[in-house]
């Protein structure tokens, strides 16, 4: 979000599943609160979109995420998330243990 300058992103398609028990550590019951409330039109910051990127990757919760000028997260199976923006910004080196490849989300 940074490297694009987007201070929020859209909760859209939310479809919460809310299923804690296969997790093999507990969640905080802030995170597990969020999980449940989450609604269609929820504007997520920074901290909120982590929140809700553990969730969905934990196959606890699905959502699509969007932003401003094409931004988009989607999450996969897997453990994949797809992020698209209409322009590539540099990655920062921090991010170079990262698979990154140019594909299109099959979820859009």
Same mark, same amino acid.
């Given at each position: 979000?940074?490297?694009?300058?987007?201070? /929020?992103?859209?909760? $859209?398609?939310?479809? %919460?599943?809310?299923?804690?028990?296969?997790? %093999?550590?507990? $969640?905080?019951?802030?995170?597990? /609160?969020?999980?449940?409330? $989450?609604?269609? !039109?929820? @504007?997520?910051?920074?901290?909120?979109?982590?929140?809700?990127? /553990?969730?969905?990757? /934990?196959?606890?919760?699905?959502?699509?995420?969007?932003?401003?000028?094409?931004?988009?997260?989607? @999450? !996969?199976?897997?453990?994949?998330?797809? $992020? !698209?923006?209409?322009?590539? %910004?540099?990655? %920062?080196?921090?991010?170079?243990?990262? @698979?990154?490849?140019?594909?299109?989300?099959?979820?859009?």
């Amino acid at each position: 979000m940074d490297l694009c300058r987007l201070s /929020r992103l859209e909760v $859209i398609e939310a479809e %919460p599943q809310c299923r804690f028990g296969h997790l %093999p550590c507990p $969640i905080e019951d802030e995170t597990r /609160r969020m999980a449940v409330s $989450i609604k269609n !039109g929820a @504007f997520l910051d920074q901290e909120g979109v982590g929140k809700v990127a /553990r969730l969905a990757l /934990r196959e606890v919760f699905w959502c699509k995420l969007l932003g401003e000028h094409g931004f988009y997260v989607h @999450f !996969g199976h897997d453990y994949y998330m797809y $992020i !698209g923006y209409e322009f590539a %910004p540099a990655l %920062p080196s921090r991010f170079e243990k990262l @698979f990154v490849e140019d594909f299109p989300s099959p979820y859009s």
